[in-house]
């Protein structure tokens, strides 16, 4: 990458990092502090709504969650727009909302990896947002929690539409899962494709960041019925939309989209696969996910040799730096299996000998760690049933390629689309087995990260640029 290249990622690593440091003190400010003032949420004709302005499959609760059964909607929480704890925060200019919500984690809401499939998957936001229009990945350059999005929003007539360039980074671990966003800097030197362009204004968004905790039950209850965790939904919002009005109505719907991304969870969170990681060797050129098929489209380029040539970037951590050697000249996704999948794989080169290299599937049932399905004293049995709903199974679906020739580029296109049968994997129209289980830390968090996931105003960030230092510090030791 050229010198100018490398100080625009720097830039955006530096815009995120600015928006981790911001979000870490915002979250770690007491309840009780007084700059934060309580917004009423009407409940009269706004709950009413909610589940059109969620956009998420119909006018109904019901319809959004997209729930076949009777007994499966009659045993879920469905959550209201009233439920919604709104806060805003003024101050020189600096004009912050906070909304919480908290409800019984039932349903498969206490699946993590439900939650980063849905929040990780740009084009699923025009479902659960009522302020987007469309929502897409245009770069992924850095490691696969991090993306580059562009957004597209609509004010209404008369405003122009408004659009945002924003970079996202996503961390986890067996309690917690953190999704922040900012917008990128502008730069002479960014590419066209990120440009503005009419009829669209080039909005900013400061902050946009989710904290979805899961909270253990307690150990004693007296309810004769099984406990179930709940999870807290946090999120703080502070956009600059480069309008004279607008901004509080956009604002004003942020209820809706908290409930609106709970039914899209509950919809999309066991539907959708993920890109987890690629290795050295390979060129990331398109993510996309077509709602109407419910098909994950990944394009890539298998090289002969690693552009890094086995050399530790400064801008990859080492977790990822790792991960990109088990992962030589291959791409992993996670797959969730509650339902079936059709894989499609093809492939492509300047000569024929390249096009046809062989290629071989892993697919390898995922075990986490560390999942908090029942109070830790707890020595009831979970009711039968009851352990898939809060915690799924998935599939880690590796796609390994023959190295290419000197001077020679493979390009391959993977299609996974959710098919109606059975559930299972099915490689270019054959049954293909999946192997035993593998134990997998859901970690992505720095230990110092989160202190306590029983309390948002209880958690303990000391830095949220930990993974920068620790990257620096590995970088060092590694070095001759």
């Known amino acids: 990458m050229s010198s100018d290249g490398s100080k625009l990622h720097e830039s ?22 007084p700059t934060w003032k309580r917004v009423p949420v009407p409940s009269s004709s706004v709950d009413g709504g909610a589940a059109g302005a969620g956009g998420v499959g119909g006018p109904t609760a019901a319809g959004a969650s997209g729930l076949g ?11 209201r727009v009233s439920d919604v704890v709104v806060h805003r925060r003024t101050a020189k200019g600096d004009d912050v909302v906070r909304v919480v919500l908290e409800i019984p984690a039932d349903d498969g809401l206490a699946s993590l990896d439900a939650w980063k499939a849905v929040l990780s998957t740009p084009e699923l936001r025009k479902e659960w ?22 957004t597209d929003f609509t004010l209404g007539w008369p405003a122009n539409p408004r659009d945002a360039i924003t970079i996202s980074r996503t961390f986890a671990d067996a309690t917690t899962l953190i999704d922040i966003s900012t917008s990128l800097p502008r730069s002479s030197d960014e590419p066209v494709y990120l440009r503005p362009a009419p009829p669209f204004v080039r909005s900013h968004v400061h902050l946009f960041a989710w904290c979805i905790q899961i909270i253990a039950p307690p150990s004693e209850s007296s309810s004769r019925a099984p406990p179930v965790p709940k ?16 901004t509080n109505n956009l604002a004003q719907n942020l209820p809706a989209v908290v409930v609106g991304l709970v039914r899209s ?53 080492l977790q990822t730096f790792q991960e990109r050697k088990r992962l030589e ?28 290299l062989p ?15 029942k109070p830790p004293d707890s020595s009831t049995p979970s009711p039968p049933g009851s352990s898939p709903s809060y915690e799924p199974q998935s599939v880690a679906f590796r ?29 270019n129209g054959s049954p293909h087995p999946i192997e035993d289980s593998e134990s997998r830390d859901p970690t992505t968090l720095p230990k110092d990260f989160v202190a306590d996931g029983r309390s948002t105003s209880g958690l303990s960030f000391q830095t949220v640029s930990t993974i920068e230092s620790q990257a620096s510090s590995a970088t060092q030791q590694t070095s001759p």
Request: proline share 6%.
């Open 265 to 317: 969870v509950r919809k999309r969170g066991s539907r959708t696969p993920t890109l987890s990681g690629w290795g050295n060797g390979v060129g990331i050129d398109n993510v996309a996910f077509n709602i109407g098929r419910e098909a994950l489209r990944l394009d890539y380029s298998i090289f002969p040799e690693d552009a890094a040539n086995g050399v530790k970037s400064d801008n990859v951590d």
């Open 12 to 33: 955006w690593l530096a815009a995120l990092k600015h928006a981790q440091d911001r979000f870490r003190s915002l979250l770690s400010s007491p309840s009780s502090d």
């Open 231 to 246: 999870v807290r939904i946090t999120c703080f919002w502070q956009h600059d939309l480069k309008a004279i009005w607008g």
């Open 69 to 79: 059964s009777s007994t499966s909607k009659s045993k879920q929480h469905r959550p």
């Open 359 to 373: 290629w071989e599937v892993h697919a390898t049932r995922i075990t986490p760690t560390n999942v908090p399905l």
């Open 129 to 150: 947002d009522p302020t987007v229009e469309s929502s897409s990945v245009v770069e992924t350059c850095f490691d696969p929690d991090t993306r580059i999005s562009k």
């Open 329 to 356: 000249r291959a791409i992993e996704v996670v797959v969730p299996l509650a339902q079936g999948w059709d894989v499609q794989i093809s492939t492509r080169a300047a000569s024929e000998d390249t096009s046809k």
């Open 399 to 427: 796609l390994v390629h023959a190295r290419p020739p000197e001077h020679d580029i493979l390009k391959v296109k993977l299609v996974m689309e959710l098919s109606g049968g059975s559930n299972g994997l099915r490689v």
